[in-house]
């Protein structure tokens, strides 16, 4: 496996979505010598095809067909920040580096502290709930 070997993007089912501000595409990356791309790379690669700025560019669903050497995806090409920040979902802002995760405390200690709280009513219920020294 060459790791800098050739590498050909394809686009197809080309939408320019005015309503949403971008240009979709499906994209089909083929890379006879290599393993995979990294999302950033073909988001690199789609950005210097649609003269965009790579922030702009979003790719996801990326999936190797069986054998390899060809892989399929989604791509976006965003107008302007604005409506990519308010078009895109959550995750895919987080995934970008463009919103901050939202640490919360894992799913087994919601549920027990949801628990803890049902054996209680009023406003002991409140001190059930928080979290226990």
Do not use: C, W
């Amino acid at each position: 496996m060459d790791p800098n070997g050739p590498v050909t993007l394809r686009t197809s089912k080309f939408i320019t979505n005015r309503l949403l501000q971008r240009k979709q595409f499906v994209v089909t990356v083929t890379h006879p010598t290599r393993a995979n791309l990294s999302r950033d790379e073909v988001a690199e690669r789609l950005a210097q095809l649609y003269k965009a700025d790579k922030e702009r560019v979003v790719v996801f669903g990326l999936r190797t067909k069986f054998g390899g050497g060809v892989t399929v995806g989604f791509g976006l090409v965003y107008d302007d920040e604005d409506a990519q920040r308010k078009f895109e979902p959550r995750f895919r802002l987080v995934r970008n580096g463009m919103a901050a995760k939202v640490e919360k405390p894992s799913r087994k200690l919601r549920k027990e502290r949801k628990n803890r709280a049902k054996k209680f009513r009023g406003v002991k219920k409140v001190g059930a709930s928080a979290a226990k020294k």
